[in-house]
C-alpha cells in the first residue's frame, strides 16, 4: 500500500508543471512577468544619469531585483517552515467529505465549460501545448486560441466565484490548508485519499486559486464600495455603476464654478417611463466617454444624479423594446438646464440585431454594442444582439471582454442585420511623465485610431493614470493608434504613434508632457458680453485643450492650453478678432473675444399638424438638433447661404426635406410638417415559394430616395420612410455586399410605385437563390498571413465594414452566402499591409490576395513661423486615405501608407506649402515642405449641364487636393450669383468647392496664382442622377487629380473593349467639356447613365484626341 501511495505521490508530482500554469492564468500571475515588471519599475524610477549603454545596465538592475526577491523570499520560506513545524493541520472526516465536494464542483464547472472553451482549455492545460500548437491543431489563428483562454478563465473565476457568503466563506477557508507545500505528509494523505487522472490533479489547485481570488474579491469590493459612493441629493434607486465607472477628475472641471444637479424625467409618447436605465457619462476628447454613474427611474420617470461639477457630460437612458434618449448637457454652460433634462425615448422602429462572433466563427456571449451616451444591449449566450436605436443613430461600439473594440458607422432605415468580428484585444501598459520624468497622476490618456485605419473602425481607446503615472490601455483592435496625454495644468508635448497586435501587450510606453498655460477672457458682440458660447483653442482646426463656456458677464478660462500660436473659436458665432493668438507665458489675461453672430433656423415639426417629440433634424456637415416635448427644435451656428436640411422621426415612419437660404446672422422661423412617409411592404421567396429569411432588400428612385429593410424568419420586409414615385427593386445578402440576386423570372424585378404618404403592400419578390462563396488565401512576400481582415468593398464607396473574416493560421478566409457576380476583396493587416483585388468571380476557390508592404513619407518643415499641421491624401486609385502626419517640431512622418501616390500639404496659419509623393511598398519617401507667398483667387460656381449659379458652395484654395483649406481666409462662399472670393497660396494651386446638397457633386480646378496677384476659376458641379442601379462604363477616375484620368479599367468591361486605356485623360463626356469638373464629377455623369445607353467618351492620349462610344452596363 505504501508503494501505492508513492507511485500516486509521484505521479502527482510530475504533473504538477501544467497545474502550476494553470494558477498562473487563473490568478493572472507569472514570475517572469513579475521579474520584468518589477525591473522596469525600479529602472523607471532611478534611471542612470551618464551615457552608460542602457541593456548592461539594465541587466543588472534585474539581478539586483532577483537577489533581492531571493532574500525575502529566504526568509519567507523560513518563518513558513517555523510555522509548519508547530502545528501542522489535520483535516477531519468532515474536512475531507467538504473538500471532495468542493473538488467536484470545481471539476464540474471546468467539463461544463461550453465549447470550444472547455477543449481549449483541456489542449492547453491538460495537454500542455502551447497556443501556437492548438492554432495548427485545430486550424484557427493563434490569436483566437489566446482569446478563447481568457474567456474560459475568467468565466471559470465567474463561476467559481458564486454562491451564498457560506460557500464563499468555505472555498477562502481552503486556501490555506490547500496552498501548504510544507509537511510530506499532507500531500501523501490528499494523494493517498483520491486515485487522481490529470483533471482531477488541478481541482485542488482549483480551489487554492478560487479562495485567493475570493479573498481579492473581498478587498476589491471594500474599495469598490467607497468609488461608488452615490452623490448626496440623490432621490432616484441608485444601481451598480458601470464596470469602469470613475471618479471625475477636477482638472478636467471648470474649478471656479460651482457644481449643478444633474436630474430629470424620461419619456416615451408623452408617458413616464419607470424603470429606464439612464447612465451619465463624463465627454472627454475624441467622442470617449468616462462613465461616472447610473440610475433607475423611478415611478414618476424621474432621475437623479445630484451636483455634479462643471464639465460636459452625455445622459442616456434605455428600455427594453425602445430607442435610446441621449443628451448632451454642460453644467458649466449658463444658459442650459441640467436639473429639467427629459429624455425621450423612441421606440423600436430603428433597429438593428445580429451575432458578435470571433476570428474562428464562434459567438461572443456578453459582448456590448452601445449607440450614443453608455445605453445599449448585450450579447445572448449565442451571440446574438437586438438594438433599438436612437433618431439621431450616432457610431455603433462593439466590445467585450478580452477583446478589441471596434466603432461601425452605419445609418439605419428601418431593420438592418449587421454580425461584427472581434479578436483579441492588445494593451498598451506605461507612464505619463513630465520632461524631468516627474509622473503625472489623474493624466488623461487617449489611443485615437491612426486617421489612416479609418476604413478598419478602430476604436478610440482610453484610460486614467494612477498616482505614479502609470496607465494600462485595454481593449484595444489590431492597427496603428496615437496615444496622448492631457493632465492638470500640462500637455501633450507629442502623439506617440503605436500598432498594436491582437492577443499582445506592449509594455514601457512614455508619454511626455510639457507645462501648460491659462487663457482668461470675455466673448463680446458689439461690445455686451456674451454667454454661453462655447470657447475652444484650436491649431489647425483642431481642439489643443478642453472646451469651456462663457458665463453670463462673457467670461470664461481655458486651461492647460500648450505655448504657441493657436486661434480661439466661440461657437455658435464666429470669431471676429483675434485672429490668433500667441501663448508665450503660464497665464494670458484680459482677452477679449469679439464675436459675429451666424445664422439660426429654428421652429416646430409637426405630423398632421400635431409636434412631434423627437424629431430628428440635421443639417448633413453643419448641425445636429433633437425636437423638445413639444416639436421645437433650433439649429444654431449656421453659415450665411442655402442650407439643406432633414428631419424625421422614426415612430410615425416620416421625414421631411428642406432648403433654406438664410443671411449672416439671421434667425429664421421654418416649421416644418412631415408629409412624406411612404412605406412598402412584402414578402421575399425563392424560385419554390418559400420564404427567404436574412436578406436585404433596397429600393431606390430616380431622386435618390432609399427605403431598405432585412427580411425576417417568414421572409417579411417593410421598408419606410420613402419619399414617394416610381423604385426599382433590389435582393442583396446583405447592405453593402454589392451584387443582387437575380430574380426567379426575367430580368429585372418591375418597378413599384410608392405614394408620398401612404402604403403599398402585398408585394412578392421570387429571387434565384443561389448562393456561393469565395475561398482564397492572404500572403505576404510568399507566406501565408494569419490575423488578416478580408472583406468585399467597392470602388466608389469608402471602405466599411461589411461582415468580412479573419485569415486562420494559414492564411486562409472563405466569405459565404454571396449571390453569383463579380466582388472585388479588401485584406488588411495590423502594421497596414494592404491589397484590394478587382472582378473576383463568386464560386472561386482559389483567390490569392498577395499583401504589399506599407510605405512611409518623412519630410522636414523649413521656414514656418509656427507648427503646422501636415495632411496627406491618396491621388491614385486603390485604397482612399486621408490623415494627418505626426509632426515633432520641424520634422514629419507618416507611415503605413498603402503604395501609390499622394498629395501632402503644410499648413499654419496663413504659410502653405504642398508637393506630391510617390510611396513604394516597404521604402520610405523623403521631402522637404516650404511655404509660399499669397495671392487672390476670384472664382464662380455653376452646374455643369443648365450653367445655373450655385450659392452656398464653400471654395477653399490649396496646394493639394488632400486636406481643408489653410485658414479660414483661404476659403470662401458663393453668393446668390455664385461669386467667391479668396485668399490664396502662389503656385499652382487646386481650388475645390463643396456643396451643402449632398445631391451634387464637389466642384474645382487648378490655377496658376501669382504673388499679390489675382487669378480666376469657373468651378462646374454635377448633379448626380443615378441610384443603386448605376451605369457602369467599366473605368474609375483617379481621385483627386487633374487633369481628369482614367485610373482603372475592368479589363472585361466595355470601356476597355472600346479601346479607352489607363492613363487617357478625358476632356469631354457626352459632347460636354469638362472645365471645372473633378474627378468625383465626372464619375457621377458616368453614373447618370442608364444601362442600356451609349456614352461618348472624348479623350487625349500622348497628345492625340481620341473619342470611344461605349455601351452603358448595369
Known sequence: MEDVEQDRLAQLSAEMAWLRRLARALLKTGDADDLAHDTWLAANAHPPDDARPLKPWLTRVALNVVRMQARAKKRQDARDHESASLATPVATPEQIVERVELQRVVAGEVLALAEPYRSTVL???????????????IGVPEATVRGRLKVALDQLRTRLGRGDRGSRARLAALTPLAAMHGPPRTAAIAVGAFAMKKLALAILLVLVIVGVFLWRQRGDSRSDAGARAEPAGARSAPRVGPERAVAVPAWMTARHLASRRIAGRVELDGNVVHGATVRLALQARDGVLLPVAERASDA?????????????????????????????ISVADPAARPEELVLLLTGCTLRMYGVVRDAASNPIAKARIT?????????????????CLPQTQPNIRIEADGYGTIESILRINGALRSDFVLVPEGIIIGQVVTRERRPVPGARILATPDPIEMAQHLATGWALADDGGMFRLAGLAPGRYRLRAAGDGVACAAQVEAIVHAGTTAFNTILIVDSAATVRGHVVMAGKPVAGARVAATSNDEWVADAVYSQADGSFELTSVPFGSVALEAWPHRVASPARLNVDRATIENVTVEVAQLATIRGTITRHGEPVAGASVFAPRLATAIADSHGVYALEGLPAGEIHFFAGHAG???????????????DKTVDVELDLAGEASGVVVDERGNPVSGVYVLMTSNDRDTGESMTDDAGRFDCITMAGGEYAVEVLAGPGVGRPFAPANGEKFPSIQVPSDGAVTGIRLAIANDRVHIRGVVMKSGAPVSDAYVEITTRLASLARTGGVMTDTEGRFELENLAPGKYSLHAHTADGSDRIVWGIEGGADDVVIELEAPGSIEGDLAGFASTPIVEIATLSTGVRVTTAALVDGTRFRQRGLPPGRYGVQARA????????VEVRAGETEHVTLRPSGIGTIVGTVRELETKRPLAGFTCEAKGSLAGPAADPTMSGVSDETGRF???????????????????????????????????????????????TVRGNAGLVFQSLTLPLTIGKLDPEGPAAAQGAKVGDHVVAIDGMPLDGVLP???????????????????????????TFQIPVEK
Not at 300 to 322: E, L
Open 123 to 137: 489542449l492547453h492545460y491538460f495537454e500542455e501545448l502551447s497556443c501556437a500548437e492548438i492554432a495548427r491543431r
Open 300 to 328: 414618476s420617470g424621474h432621475f437623479d444624479f445630484g451636483p455634479q461639477p462643471a464639465a460636459t457630460f452625455v445622459v442616456s437612458a434605455d428600455a427594453p423594446n425602445q430607442g435610446s434618449a441621449v443628451r448632451t
Open 371 to 387: 449607440s450614443g451616451g453608455l445605453g445599449g444591449t448585450d450579447t445572448d449566450e449565442q451571440g446574438r444582439y437586438t438594438l
Open 652 to 666: 410615425d415612419k416620416a421625414f421631411a426635406d428642406k432648403v433654406v437660404t438664410v443671411r449672416e446672422g439671421e
Open 909 to 916: 496659419g496663413g504659410e502653405v506649402a504642398s508637393a506630391e
Open 981 to 1027: 472670393t479668396m485668399r490664396s497660396p502662389t503656385g499652382l494651386v487646386h481650388v475645390i468647392c463643396r456643396p451643402n446638397d449632398n445631391g451634387l457633386s464637389i466642384a474645382g480646378a487648378d490655377v496658376e496664382v501669382v504673388a499679390n496677384g489675382t487669378a480666376t476659376v469657373v468651378a462646374s458641379s454635377v448633379r448626380s442622377k443615378f441610384t
Open 1080 to 1106: 468625383l464629377g465626372a464619375q457621377w455623369l458616368v453614373l447618370n447613365h442608364r444601362p442600356g445607353t451609349t456614352l461618348t467618351l472624348a479623350v487625349e492620349r500622348a497628345g492625340a484626341p481620341m
